[in-house]
């Protein structure tokens, strides 16, 4: 079977790493090769137990192995923000984010948040994951964030009306809509890191024989076996993932999706800008909006990292670039009698006729005299 190899010689001392699903397959080849070259990995993985047996295996391997475990459960954004809140707190770099977990044509269950598991797992705990990281991946610069997706995102499609796909529901389906959304996202996200030396890259690993299939039955299951014989193993799986964390060349964002360590192409529906956008809107309601669930703790402590970003000074200072004059417009705005809602009244009131601003309740706040 025809495998690329990573043909990168970087190595990753006074790095640090995260690798989520790393207990087995294509994840516990990444994290053994990244320890191999001196980075301190991270494995983020939902059983302890399992993290455990293979933090020992790669430590009997890797001399001076810099191993940390911690608990993540993507089906769980109360896991999600927990491991993130704890990264946050306590390790002062993030280098890489290798969101590579996923799970594979499970049969249909709603997570505890309520959402398609695979939808959940594949894509919306990593983006939670990803943007609650970004403080400590932006002020380690130059760093870079792997979303392993799949071929089979050539066949996702994403119907927005019907995420949760209870009446819809086709395993291999929801899997290939879930590794379209990892294109979709690190589209959007390439688009909203530019300028921050955070770079994103999606990979297709290939065929390989790993535990991914293991909730496949009957005939689906049978012709993966006869399939095996034409399958990667996992370290040749690894190889693509390595690429695009280790190459030199792609330290600046080099295009988005790679295989066999190469650029490779990518579907009609990964290319549509207006669905990435919708996606990423979609992501963020569902993290602010899930109410009756974990997500309510992700509501109230989603504003954690950006206050961490502006107390660093790490978000870039967009400002509006609009001229768009307001004169004869009415404007209600809620909350403006201090803060960002006083700011976004004062800049209004510029741009039209300032007579017509009325404050109720607190008049004085609104008559600042520049008006
Ligand atoms: N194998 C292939 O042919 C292939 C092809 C294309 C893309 N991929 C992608 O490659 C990535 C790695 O898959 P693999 O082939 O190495 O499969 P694997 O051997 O089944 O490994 C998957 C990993 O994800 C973890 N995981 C599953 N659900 C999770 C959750 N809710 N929270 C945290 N971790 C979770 C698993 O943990 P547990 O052991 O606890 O379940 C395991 O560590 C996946 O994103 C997959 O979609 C694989």
């Known amino acids: 079977m025809f495998s690329a190899k990573c043909k990168s010689k970087a190595r990753l001392e006074g790095r640090t790493a995260i690798v989520t699903g790393s207990n087995t397959g294509i ?66 770099n993030v280098h890489l984010l290798i969101n590579n977990a996923g799970v594979f044509a499970c049969p249909y269950t709603l997570t505890e948040d309520g959402n398609e598991m695979q939808f959940q797992t594949n894509h919306l705990g990593h983006f939670l994951l990803t943007l609650l990281l970004l403080p400590a991946l932006k002020v380690s610069a130059p760093s870079r964030i792997i979303n392993v997706s799949s071929k089979l995102h050539w066949f996702g499609k994403i119907d927005f009306d019907d995420m949760e796909m209870s009446k819809t529901y086709k395993p291999t ?106 996606l990423w809107k979609l992501s963020e309601d569902l993290l602010l909006c899930q109410v009756g669930s974990a997500a309510c703790v992700i509501r109230r402590n989603l504003f954690y990292p950006q206050i961490i970003q502006e107390r660093m000074g790490l978000f870039r200072n967009g400002s509006c670039t609009s001229d768009a004059k307001l004169d004869g417009k009415t404007v ?40």
């Open 173 to 278: 389906k929801a899997y290939s809509r879930s590794k379209l959304c990892n294109m979709l996202f690190t589209k959007e996200l390439i688009k909203r890191l530019q300028g921050t030396g955070v770079v994103a890259y999606t990979v297709d690993p290939g065929m390989v024989a790993t535990e991914a299939t293991r909730h496949l039955k009957g005939t689906a299951a049978s012709m993966q076996k006869k399939m095996e014989f034409l399958k990667k193993s996992p370290v040749q799986g690894a190889q693509t993932t390595l690429h695009c964390a280790l190459s030199e060349k792609l330290a600046v964002q080099k295009g988005m999706h790679y295989s066999e360590c190469s650029s490779a192409a990518i579907s009609c529906g990964a290319k549509r800008k207006e669905d990435a956008m919708k």
């Open 332 to 371: 209600v705005i809620t909350g403006a009698n201090s803060g960002i809602g006083f700011e976004t009244a004062r800049e209004l009131a510029k741009r039209g006729n300032a007579a017509n601003f009325r404050g109720y309740k607190s008049r004085k706040y609104y008559q600042a005299p520049e008006w």
């Open 27 to 92: 994840g516990y080849e990444t994290a053994r090769e990244l320890l191999k070259r001196g980075a301190r990995v991270i494995l983020a993985n939902r059983d302890l137990e399992k993290s455990q047996k293979a933090g020992e295996m790669l430590c009997a391997e890797v001399p001076a192995c810099q191993l940390r475990l911690l608990r993540l459960d993507l089906a769980s954004l109360k896991s999600v923000h927990t491991f993130a809140m704890e990264i946050l707190a306590t390790e002062s």
